[in-house]
């Protein structure tokens, strides 16, 4: 093998193990933006009607589930509204 052919395979295990560090970054750090059920009511008291949760901004109870990010024993979602796509809130499931 001659030095240049170690050089390009050696950088492109570096870019790989890059990568990799990247996609695990992403999936095992839970985003803090979205505000938690919790405090999405207290900010919307007005959007928990008859046991369901409903958008702020267009009042539809029609919610549908984003999956955030994920780690060992636990799945993160972004609720979000189907008639009009606003972000609502996250929450954290264990599995
Ligand atoms: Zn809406």
Redesign the pocket.
Known sequence: MDKYEFLSNASIALLIVALLLRFLRSSFSPPADADTLDEYLQRHPDCRRHGRI???????ASIYLYRLGYGPGWIQHLHM??????K?YRSTIEV
Do not use: V
């Open positions: 409903c958008c702020y901004r267009c009042g539809s509204c189907r008639q009009c796509g606003a609502l």
